[in-house]
């Protein structure tokens, strides 16, 4: 028997005190060759666990693996299977890209040029160009290229669609598409829903430091509906309420699918359901 794939990264009891913020027993595993969305609003501690699992920051508690080997023990071993882009990325704004590569790929033994051609190539990049002469969307494509030339497996993806126009996130969400029937594994943060419902496989939906759900996104969409009423909310529907937004023409509202009988609903978004809990758990 075929010895099972090891979970390009897991996280097992996760946690970071803050004086004002807790992330708390934050666990849960990837699985290879997919893609995992990792959602929640400014604040809810996105952030803070991708910087916790790359040890940017140091947890209080808990213990990171990838593939199967202990982080930050093996990170030899694995650094260059790993790769992390941010939107907050920066670099030397006025040295062309190919000088940035350059001093790049000394750091990693395994560096594959032909790799780097191509990927250069696939995202329209000039590397006579400098930082300061790429849009956004191009700083992110780039970022990526350099991932993926030194043999990187896991994406590990912090708001990389955050501030870019439609067009561009559209683009990104294309990459992350091909990269993903290549075989690779793509962790994507974001609070920008409508890109992940047309790439991701899972959701993990992170509120205020607690993880609340880890399933894939088909099965956490179905798992609500929507409820639209006029100028009140009736007292049936109140009680089986998981949050209430007030729209132009009255109210939508989050229930349960066993709850949804009896109302006249339809499917929820990935933004609505995400919007309507975070609503509930203001106002509990």
Known sequence: MAETMKSPLE???????YPAFRLDKV?????????????????????????AILSFVHPDAGEVSFFGLQHPEHERETKEKIGFVSAGMTYYTRKKLKTITGVTKTFYPGWDDGAYRKWLEVFGLDEEKTP?????GMKIKYALALALSHGAEL?????????LDPVSRE?????????????????????????????????????KGCLKADETLEAFQAAWRIVECGSGIPPELEKAACGRCRVRDGYTVLVRKEDAAAFDSREASLEEIMIHLEKEAEEA
């Open 11 to 17: 996280v097992r009891g996760l946690c970071k005190n």
């Open 171 to 207: 683009e990104l969400v294309e990459v992350f598409l091909k990269l993903k029937d290549e075989g690779k594994t793509v962790f994507f943060s974001t609070h920008i829903t409508s890109d992940l419902e047309k790439c991701a496989d899972r959701i993990l939906f992170l509120q």
């Open 27 to 51: 666990s849960f595993a990837l699985i290879p060759g997919t893609i995992t969305g990792f959602i929640g609003r400014n604040g809810a501690g996105k952030t803070t666990t991708i910087n």
């Open 155 to 163: 994406l590990i993806l912090d708001e990389p669609t955050s501030g």
């Open 132 to 136: 300061a002469e790429l849009s956004n």
